[in-house]
């Protein structure tokens, strides 16, 4: 019997395929590992390893010069996305052993994100500055003639990242992996000539997602022309000025002149008359102290991480123990929608699909279904019309915010005839479903590719 560190189970939007949902015998698999290939230390494949560095918390300004890479930038399928990442001053670039370089692979060793799916990452170029590290990431290089790559897809396999959860440290409710524990990992060793097929492989794989999800992304793009061309908007000036809403990533942390965007003078509602949002949603305050209340039931928790940007969809989500959410957290339910006010610029809405809790950084919005479409307004959340509101509000530098109050004064073009909303959610969600469809098929594309792997690392399947 064949037993999967993935899952090979049909993929739907959210839902885990992780060991934690398909678990198996570790035993086993190093027996059925040990009997295809050597099972070697990975102290033995790696050199010039070492943790990031930690810097103040008010250093942080989109004016310095070096880019500081957090667990919270690694993203799903050994990505990190250095868009989102701080930057610091150039003095914390002395510190050597903390600088990222192409063919780094890059591990998270502390706290939540230890062994998840976004744990592992690997630097296929030189990144695009000067770049360090968080020190709640481990870096390492790898010796010749070892592919590096294919180190990096070991770590992301689950017999990996279930060692890993073995070997966590408690240290203040906070675990962490120490350099002896990485170094004592085990990974099934083939000769370079199969790494580098099984890296080939995956890098395909990779490569074709990226492509389905480029389309993907176009399709969602379409959402908000087609909105704005059904409401009679002229967006001819958001075309214009769209890299103006692009970069803003590039500039956060302070309060912009509404001149670098589209501002609402500018634009032409036509004959929709715009509506205070406060006047068709409720903000919903309630609260619940999770670590309390539900220390060890499953809770439906979501985070702004696990929301995408742009497109409010959900992605990696599964319910976890109450205790784990040590902080209050607002309650919301079914047809709620959450509004992240955290780095507003990254647009995060999400129309709720089920009941749960979730993190202060949302705005919890309940709306009005007499007066507008749940559909239709979190389309609007999303558009550039909103955008082009919130983000001169927000205050802060390093992790700017706006106020919940600053979300409920935004204007909107909501039309009085709900027919007419309707009618356009009806279109949004027949493109949102076909975005979600190459989605899938883009995920598949990884699955499949992770299962050939597997098979080869078994002796299931000869390299080809």
């Known amino acids: 019997m064949n037993r999967s560190w993935i899952s090979t189970s049909a993929m739907f939007i959210g839902h885990r395929w992780d060991h934690g949902y398909h678990a198996f015998e570790q035993l086993s698999f190093f027996d059925s590992w040990s009997k295809k290939f050597e099972l ?20 942080y300004s989109s004016t310095h010069p070096i880019t500081y890479v957090r667990v919270t930038d690694m993203g799903d399928n050994l990505q990190i996305d250095f868009n989102q990442s701080l930057k610091v001053p150039e003095e914390y670039y002395r510190h050597s052993r903390a600088r990222l370089k192409k063919n780094d692979v890059v591990l998270a060793v502390k706290g939540a994100s230890i062994a998840s799916n976004k744990s592992v990452a690997f630097i296929e170029s ?10 709640t990431i481990f870096r390492f290089q790898v010796k010749s003639p070892h592919n590096p790559f294919y180190l990096a897809v070991m770590l992301d396999s689950q017999i990996l990242k279930e060692q890993i959860r073995k070997l966590q440290i408690p240290n203040n409710a906070v675990a962490y992996i120490d350099k002896p524990s990485i170094h004592a990992l085990l990974i099934p060793l083939p000769p370079p000539i199969i790494q580098d097929r099984i890296a080939q492989i995956m890098q395909d794989a990779y490569a074709k997602r990226r492509n389905k999800l480029a389309v993907s992304e176009q399709l969602y793009q379409t959402i908000e022309i087609h909105l704005l061309k059904e409401l009679g908007i002229d967006i ?63 809770i439906n928790y979501i985070g702004l991480g696990n929301i995408t ?29 959450l509004f992240g006010r955290m780095r507003p610029y990254l647009n995060k809405v999400w129309l709720a699909k089920f009941d749960g809790i979730c993190s202060g950084e949302a705005v919890v919005l309940r709306p009005n279904k007499q007066k507008v479409d749940p559909v239709f307004l979190q389309a609007l959340l999303l558009s550039q019309l909103t955008l082009n509101q919130v983000v001169p509000l927000q205050s802060g530098t390093s992790l700017p915010r706006v106020s919940a109050s600053d979300v409920l004064s935004i204007k909107l073009p909501i039309p009085e005839d709900l027919n007419q909303q309707r009618k356009i959610s009806t279109e949004i969600l027949r493109r949102r479903d076909e975005a979600k469809q190459l989605i899938l098929e883009a995920e598949k594309l990884v699955i499949d590719a992770k299962a050939r792997v597997e098979r080869i690392i078994l002796g299931e399947e000869e390299v080809t």
């Open 309 to 337: 940007s742009n497109t409010g969809e959900l992605l990696y989500f599964s319910p976890i123990k109450g205790k784990a959410v040590l902080s209050s957290s607002p309650k919301f339910e079914f047809g709620d929608i």
């Open 126 to 135: 030189e990144p695009p500055s000067k770049t360090i590290v968080n020190g």
């Open 236 to 298: 001819s000036k958001f075309n214009n000025k769209r890299q103006s809403i692009k970069s803003i990533s590039s500039i956060a942390g302070g309060r912009f002149d509404f001149e670098a965007l589209v501002t609402l003078q500018e634009i032409n509602f036509g004959l929709i008359k715009p509506v205070l949002l406060q006047k068709v949603v409720k903000q919903i305050n309630q609260r619940v102290t999770p670590a309390d209340e539900f220390a060890n039931e499953n």
């Open 40 to 59: 070697v230390p990975l102290g033995k494949v790696i050199h010039d390893d070492s943790y990031g560095i930690l810097t103040p918390g008010d250093v």
